[in-house]
């Protein structure tokens, strides 16, 4: 049977050229054309495809959202990342969210061929270099978390995080629904226990960390 691709990309030309592409391959068959987020996580409902070719820039619903759409789905396509670039955290939020393969637009159409062939048939294809910074990413976040639940009580670490966001106490203490003095109390002791002078040393740990 034919791997069945639903292709999500807002530039009409590459869409095209996609379509072109896999229309030369006797194994593969498009069911749908989507220039948007939610057009694709239509099709994805209605076809059942194989394999999602997905694009993370796209207007009304990026990819993350259509990632994070297709979660609960049953039963649940294959997703393939096509993008121009990928960072370490976007890598990670991929990751986090179920891709099966990552390819860059860059990549040579054999590459992509084979990611489909790979990813239709349950493996994962990824680019490397990007997915070896997330991995590298995620376990300074777990070695972070670590630390910190042994450092800080729950009310703590979340002042941490709220605060390494760029939050002003006042915006922390509404959130929380506690006063501006416990907040600047909390953060006191976070300073202390962590051995930062102040709220530029907090936001930098917290980068460092990858707690933000």
């Given at each position: ?21 896999f ?11 989507c ?10 409902r ?30 649940r396509?294959?997703?393939?990342v ?37 990813v ?13 910074q997330?991995v ?5 976040q777990q ?5 910190l639940?042994?450092?800080?009580t ?7 995080l709220?605060?390494?966001?760029g939050?002003?106490n ?10 501006e ?28 960390n990858?707690?933000?």
């Amino acid at each position: 049977m034919a791997i069945r691709l639903v292709l999500a990309d807002d530039h009409p030309l590459v869409l095209q050229a996609l379509a072109g592409l896999f229309a030369t391959e006797e194994d593969m068959e498009v069911v749908a054309l989507c220039r948007d987020g939610e057009s694709a996580l239509e099709a994805v409902r209605r076809f059942h495809p194989d394999v999602l070719l997905l694009d993370l820039s796209m207007p009304k619903l990026d990819g993350v959202g259509v990632l994070e759409s297709l979660q609960a789905e049953e039963p649940r396509a294959q997703v393939v990342v096509f993008t121009g670039n990928m960072d370490e955290r976007r890598a990670l939020e991929c990751l986090r969210l179920g891709v099966s393969g990552v390819v860059l637009k860059e990549s040579p159409p054999e590459v992509l061929l084979e990611a489909i062939r790979k990813v239709a048939s349950g493996e994962l294809w990824l680019e490397k270099h990007s997915y070896s910074q997330a991995v590298a990413l995620m376990l300074r976040q777990q070695n972070a978390n670590r630390q910190l639940a042994t450092l800080l009580t729950p009310r703590e670490f979340e002042i941490l995080l709220l605060a390494a966001q760029g939050r002003r106490n006042k915006e922390i203490a509404q959130e929380l629904a506690v006063t501006e003095g416990t907040v600047k109390m909390h953060l006191h002791h976070i300073f202390e226990k962590l051995g930062l002078r102040g709220r530029s040393d907090l936001i930098r740990y917290a980068h460092q960390n990858a707690l933000v």
